[in-house]
């Protein structure tokens, strides 16, 4: 299996853009996690779905922030519009949550926004 | 305010030694800890996990200790080999499956020869 594939790996864009990050989970995994990683608050949870269906978002940091899973092998995760203190390092991950913890982790796209 | 806490950002250690990672955390809730390990330039990859219900769990040289009732686990590698430099994550969980992830910050492990 290629693991978890992230698109793309590294986006610079200005202050006010939309940004799409993308997310291929594991096939056959049914949980899909969006982490952000910032030098002052480590890595966190943004968002994460579960068969599809988004179960807890209480992490996205503001509405500019969306997550959409359409179908078991693609999930995006939007910024619109784009503000410098979003720049971090974004990773999603996948899971076999029948009872297993164990999450993947795609290799991140790093977002600059200037 | 954090759940996990890693309180080393560093930690350097000879080759051939024993390192030592520790990890804290402060919300009895959590019933799974798992550690990963960061290279630059990729995402985190799992390394080992133990269960709230057990104390230790081994798995080569990589071995984690769990003291519940001082809500405190380590990672101990042995014998440390260069190629464990990279940064380590302590991890915990609630509930049976599907739910993220609270990481601490990280510890960058060196290697020394």
């Known amino acids: 299996d290629a693991g978890v594939i992230q698109s793309p790996r590294h986006e610079v864009t200005e202050m006010g853009q939309e940004v799409t990050l993308r997310c291929k989970p594991i096939?056959?995994?049914?949980?899909l996690f969006w982490y952000r990683q910032t030098m002052m608050r480590g890595l966190e949870l943004l968002i994460y779905?579960?068969?599809?269906?988004?179960?807890?978002d209480s992490g996205m940091p503001e509405d500019r922030f969306s997550a959409k899973m359409p179908n078991a092998s693609f999930s995006t995760l939007k910024i619109q519009p784009s503000e410098p203190r979003d720049s971090a390092v974004y990773f999603c991950?996948?899971?076999?949550?029948?009872?297993?913890?164990?999450?993947?982790f795609g290799p991140g796209t790093r977002l600059l926004v200037l | 305010d954090q759940q996990v806490k890693q309180n080393s950002p560093s930690l350097s250690v000879q080759e051939g030694r024993i390192s030592i990672l520790n990890c804290d955390y402060t919300?009895?809730?959590?019933?799974?800890f798992l550690w990963y390990k960061k290279y630059p330039a990729e995402g985190p990859t799992f390394l080992i996990s133990i269960s709230s219900i057990k104390d230790k769990n081994e798995d080569g040289r990589f071995t984690v200790f769990l003291n519940k009732s001082a809500k405190h686990l380590s990672l101990h590698i042995v014998p440390s080999q260069p190629g464990d430099s990279a940064v380590y994550f302590c991890?915990?969980?609630?509930?049976?499956?599907?739910?993220?992830?609270?990481f601490g910050k990280g510890t960058h492990l060196i290697i020394q020869p």
């Open positions: 779905f579960n068969n599809n269906v988004p179960i807890d």
């Open positions: 919300n009895s809730m959590f019933d799974y």
């Open positions: 991890a915990a969980i609630t509930g049976g499956g599907a739910d993220g992830l609270t």
């Open positions: 096939s056959g995994h049914n949980s």
């Open positions: 991950a996948s899971s076999f949550s029948s009872g297993q913890e164990t999450q993947y």
